[in-house]
């Protein structure tokens, strides 16, 4: 089946995609209530939860779409392969209405703090009337790229930690009465790492808001929305056996990223032009493949074609996607050149 609609794989869901996420959970999500309300009356918020619970859809999609065009103005950063208050820097530079210079990669401590907060008051300044909303996702990698710095010896640095580089930027912003709330959204196993910050905020954490997974019924409404929406119809029994097979073997609960691929490999795996009620039959032939493999086969193998000239193996593929996880089951930033180290070992 071609032409999948409602389904985000990998990515979170947005405030377009109402229908398919918020309507599934019901008329209304107590998380998102306090979130709403706990962000409304301050100026930074936490949102944490156990991974795959959907924090950021919870916020990109279900808090975006309780605020009206011209009261919600959000800046989506994540650290990735730079530093955190960079990442900031490129994505308020991307919003500004001015031109504004690209930031030399070396400026580091309070002068990388000071320029992103100069930054951002210049686009309060663009946008005024209009709250912007600095969301910080996957702030465990901040965190986690600082526990790693503890193993070197910090005298030959002549840096501060990502850590202390933030705090001097909240202190910042917290200071001044800029129309900003900041909103981190971590996994739940860090949230002890960021009392780092409670000198600074001494009630931070009074406003925090905890997601947990999506239970069987909130899941059963989602697909029930999805496949509606590709004009498929499925029974009770055959859409609880359906959903039942996404969920985690360890916890006994279910990762809406995960949820994501299966319900795309499912929708992929039926046949051209299929249309209403999907028999049973299927479902069980369906449910003996592994949806994950699929997907991941899939795609390495469609890397490994595109790369025929420099001739990457599917081998040498899984080699680097297996240096990107960290120990701790999170994900890692690889530089080019140690992705290129990778391969060479082999």
Not at 115 to 132: F, H, K
Not at 156 to 173: G, M, T
Not at 197 to 211: D, G, W
């Amino acid at each position: 089946m071609d032409n999948i609609k409602g389904i985000k794989q990998l990515n979170s869901y947005e405030k377009s995609d109402y229908y398919f996420f918020l309507r599934g959970f019901g008329n209304e999500i107590p998380e998102l209530e306090d979130l709403y309300k706990k962000v409304r009356t301050s100026k930074i918020t936490i949102l944490y939860g156990p991974s795959g619970s959907g924090k950021t859809s919870l916020i990109r999609c279900g808090l975006a779409n309780k605020y009206g065009k011209n009261d919600w103005l959000d800046i989506m950063i994540r650290k990735g392969s730079m530093r955190l208050l960079q990442s900031a820097y490129n994505e308020l530079r991307t919003n500004a209405l001015d031109v504004v210079p690209r930031l030399n990669e070396s400026v580091r401590n309070e002068e990388l703090a000071g320029e992103t907060y100069t930054l951002l008051s210049n686009v309060c300044r663009d946008y005024a009337g209009t709250p912007i909303y600095l969301i910080f996702d996957q702030f465990e990698e901040v965190l986690i790229a600082d526990k790693e710095d503890t193993s070197k010896d910090r005298s030959i640095q002549k840096e501060v930690s990502e850590k202390e580089e933030f705090n001097i930027f909240l202190e910042k912003v917290l200071k001044q009465d800029l129309n900003v709330r900041i909103i981190i959204s971590l996994r739940e196993e860090y949230l002890g790492y960021l009392d780092y910050f409670e000198k600074t905020i001494p009630s931070l954490f009074l406003n925090k808001v905890r997601l947990d997974r999506l239970e069987m019924e909130q899941l059963k409404a989602i697909t029930t929305r999805i496949l509606e929406i590709n004009g498929l119809v499925i029974h009770d029994a055959a859409l609880t056996e359906l959903v039942e097979k996404t969920r985690d073997a360890v916890s006994l609960k279910f990762d809406l990223p995960y949820y994501q691929i299966f319900m795309y490999q499912f929708l992929k795996y039926l046949p051209q032009n299929t249309s209403g009620v999907i028999s049973i039959d299927t479902i069980k032939e369906f449910l003996l493949k592994d949806a994950m493999k699929l997907y991941l086969d899939e795609r390495i193998e469609r890397v490994a074609e595109s790369n025929s000239i420099n001739k990457i193996s599917v081998s040498e593929i899984w080699s680097v996607l297996n240096e990107l996880v960290t120990n701790d089951g999170t994900k890692k930033q690889l530089q080019l050149t140690e992705i290129q180290q990778v391969l060479n070992r082999r």
